[in-house]
């Protein structure tokens, strides 16, 4: 089994891979050998960590939900798709902070209930409460 090179993109416009040390090459050049599944999970997980820390940095003072969820780490984050759910809810476990969007965008769900919101503590409580009935483990 195989899985496209990290440094590959599919640019919609030309619909040819690319990378960024050669202008064009054919599909096949692209792959690498399939990791193991522990070895995907450690890389999704050290990936993540990494984007937590980068938008948390580059959020800085600003104060605007709106902003902090376009920033290019957070949607990063969400473009790792549904397998950081687990993540997501474990690092809102240990430390709330506004992943509600990300959440929210990965499930297509918001459990947040009226009389929580605004209140990030009871936010994280009501998607750990989600996550749970879920079945997802962090």
């Known amino acids: 089994m195989y899985t496209r090179h990290p440094y590959a993109r599919w640019p919609a416009a030309t619909g040819i891979w690319t990378n960024e040390l050669n202008d064009t090459m054919p599909e096949e050049a692209m792959m690498t050998p399939a990791a193991a599944p522990h070895e995907i999970a450690t890389d999704l997980a050290t990936r993540f960590h990494n984007l937590v820390a980068e938008w948390k940095a580059a959020r800085g003072h600003v104060s605007s939900i709106n902003a902090w969820a376009r920033l290019p780490a957070y949607q990063a984050i969400i473009a790792l798709g549904p397998e950081v759910i687990p993540l997501l809810l474990k690092e809102l ?36 409460a989600w996550g749970k009935n879920k079945g997802y483990q962090w």
């Open 93 to 128: 476990e240990s430390s709330p902070d506004h992943w509600f969007w990300a959440l929210k965008e990965l499930t297509g769900e918001n459990p947040v209930t009226p009389d929580s919101r605004g209140n990030i503590s009871e936010m994280a409580k009501c998607w750990l």
